[in-house]
């Protein structure tokens, strides 16, 4: 196989990434497009010049010049088009959250282990360089036994207001530090406790605070603040400390590794997840796909991510927003 050949389901603003990255790597061709919108679907058909596109997921799926799909459509919305496309015998690659609950991750899970495609959920987290140094140093033992964890992924308020009428920043959010958290212990979610707090009168909080219990006997704290003041220069803020018996790893990404100041203020831009950079989009996503791709071409197996993986990282943090609703502890 000289190229996989994708079709994208979905187009909001991160399927056009998926797209975008696609159509710019080497061992990779983008052959399709499908959004129920006719509108957004000519609009990118024209702009990656590609001549399939539908309005039916079914329809693409039956597309035999297909060999991948991505699916980047509402998290609730995850579950059906996954299913179709391994039953049709398309490899996967499913954005996070793996789905809206923990039954219909477990309908894919089953359904990943029959199919003949492969199966992979984008947490992006993973290809960033920073977090698999981490993973390295801890499976080294250079930091001996985790014993505490703290993460922020905080986000200015001017992103979110349509995304918070969609999804919380527990699961939307907090589902990065939750599944990077159960990748570097190896260790399950046992408890969750968490806060919300409604700072815009949105259909689900601005804010939300979560703290876990390994069985390992670690413990961690995340927060996630979706209402940073707009005149924040960064795009998101993002740390991880780990501390162990024996050392401690600080990660701080994106702010403030590169920032700009002009007459127009101070910003800080993303230089990891997916910045444009020599005419196409690079950094942790281009690298996702490409190992996903890669795997495909020479059959390997999707081992940095699997599914059952992502289906804990949902599982945990639908218990927190449980917790913050019932005001409880919630065991896993």
């Known amino acids: 196989m000289d190229k996989v050949r994708f079709g994208v389901i979905g187009l909001g603003w991160f399927g056009e990434y998926h797209a975008d990255v ?6 990779a061709e983008l052959t399709a497009l499908c959004t129920r919108t006719k509108s957004r679907l000519d609009e990118l058909s024209q702009k990656f010049e590609v001549q399939q596109s539908y309005t039916d997921y079914h329809e693409l799926l039956n597309n035999p010049n297909i060999d991948a799909v991505t699916i980047a459509t509402m998290w609730d919305q995850h579950t059906e088009p996954t299913l179709a496309a391994l039953e049709a015998g398309k490899h996967v690659f499913l ?3 793996m789905a809206s609950t923990v039954e219909d991750c477990r309908k894919i899970c089953d359904a990943a ?6 199966l992979m959920i984008g947490h992006i987290c993973r290809f960033n360089p920073r977090y698999a140094s981490a993973k390295r ?3 080294a033992g250079k930091i001996g036994k985790i014993v505490s964890l703290a993460a922020r992924r905080n986000i200015p308020a001017q992103w979110t207001t349509e995304i918070l009428n969609k999804i919380g920043p527990i699961v ?10 159960l990748w570097l212990t190896e260790a399950k979610i046992v408890s969750a406790y968490a806060q919300t707090v409604d700072v815009r009168g949105l259909k689900h909080p601005d804010i939300g605070q979560t703290m876990y219990r390994f069985d390992s006997g670690a413990t961690a704290t995340l927060e996630s603040v979706w209402c940073m003041p707009d005149g924040v220069p960064f795009d998101i803020d993002e740390r991880l400390e780990i501390i162990g018996t024996e050392g401690i ?3 701080q990404d994106t702010h403030p590794n590169f920032s700009i100041s002009t007459r127009e203020g101070w910003r800080s831009p993303d230089t990891t997840y997916w910045p444009e950079l020599h005419g ?3 950094g942790a996503l281009r690298d996702e796909f490409s190992w996903f791709a890669t795997c495909i071409q020479e059959d390997r197996p999707i081992d940095i991510i699997t599914p059952e993986e992502s289906m804990a990282a949902v599982e945990a943090t639908l218990a927190a927003e449980k917790s913050a609703e019932v005001g409880e502890v ?3």
Do not use: F, N, Q, W
């Open 249 to 251: 790893i600080h990660i």
């Open 280 to 282: 196409a989009r690079r």
């Open 22 to 27: 696609i159509a710019s790597l080497p061992h």
């Open 172 to 181: 939307g959010d907090s589902i990065h530090c939750t599944d990077i958290m």
């Open 113 to 118: 282990k029959r199919a003949s495609g492969k």
């Open 330 to 332: 919630v065991y896993l």
């Open 137 to 139: 140093e801890i499976a």
């Open 95 to 97: 954005e996070k959250p």
